[in-house]
């Protein structure tokens, strides 16, 4: 059973930086992506980050630059990175994983698992 639990969520000042910590099990191979999603009160859930099993990421253009998605497969843990923090970028954020085993295929698939969240408040 596949498991996903995010970490590292709090209420910094703008301008600062956080690490978000999504630790996953039960999957039986590495034959997926994932990645960061984020809903603030009021708004849609959006993507914000991907990373694929080759290690290629993307971003959505309002954090390029500024946030940055990793995975480390020993510690079996995806990260994002977050410097620059901005009021805009609070919301809860979500690990998600898509069971697929080539290039990130795009943000209109479905996600196959997610967590339950971690909630990034950013103060002016």
């Known amino acids: 059973q596949v498991q996903l639990v995010e970490s590292g969520g709090g209420s910094v000042q703008a301008g600062g930086s956080l690490r978000l910590s999504c630790a996953f099990s039960?999957?039986?191979?590495?034959?997926?992506?994932m990645a960061w999603f984020r809903q603030a009160p009021g708004k849609e859930r959006e993507g914000v980050a991907t990373i694929d099993r080759h290690g290629a990421a993307t971003y959505v253009d309002s954090v390029k630059g500024r946030f940055t998605i990793s995975q480390d497969n020993v510690k079996n843990t995806l990260y994002l990175q977050m410097n620059s923090l901005k009021p805009e970028d609070t919301a809860m954020y979500y690990c998600?994983?898509?069971?697929?085993?080539?290039?990130?295929?795009?943000?209109?698939?479905?996600?196959?698992?997610w967590g339950e969240g971690t909630l990034v408040t950013i103060s002016s």
């Open positions: 998600a994983a898509l069971l697929w085993g080539g290039s990130w295929p795009g943000w209109d698939y479905d996600m196959d698992y």
């Open positions: 039960g999957f039986t191979d590495y034959r997926f992506c």
